[in-house]
């Protein structure tokens, strides 16, 4: 019924930058606070950044000054700009959405499928 699709990963050398499109599709009214996480190699999920419809955006501290947010409601559609990539940045990036069902006007919170970024020389 919703769907949301990450790109825009790949491979990339320390210091170099990237940037993750996440998309949401289907039946929608409305789409509110998006996130992104990241899972690395043999760690636990990380909330990397959230952003609200209205713009507000925050960030992990392992990020901040490196990672931007940036959403185009009319597409439904958040980014992730990643800059000065250091190899710890290494993960599946996810994409998560708080997502308001046109068809049955329920709430729901649809996970994107993952995107893997990996920083390496």
């Known amino acids: 019924q919703v769907q949301l699709v990450e790109s825009g990963g790949g491979l990339v050398q320390p210091g170099g930058s990237l940037r993750l499109s996440c998309t949401a599709s289907?039946?929608?009214?409305?789409?509110?606070?998006m996130r992104w996480y990241r899972q690395a190699p043999g760690k636990e999920r990380e909330l990397v950044t959230f952003?609200?419809?209205?713009?507000?955006?925050n960030y992990a501290d392992s990020v901040k000054g490196r990672f931007t947010t940036s959403r185009d409601n009319a597409r439904n559609t958040v980014y992730l700009q990643m800059t000065s990539l250091k190899p710890e940045d290494t993960a599946v990036y996810f994409c998560?959405?708080?997502?308001?069902?046109?068809?049955?006007?329920?709430?729901?919170?649809?996970w994107g499928q993952g995107t893997l970024v990996t920083v390496s020389s």
């Open positions: 998560n959405a708080d997502v308001l069902v046109a068809t049955t006007r329920r709430w729901l919170k649809v």
């Open positions: 289907g039946s929608i009214s409305r789409v509110d606070n």
């Open positions: 952003s609200t419809n209205g713009g507000t955006t």
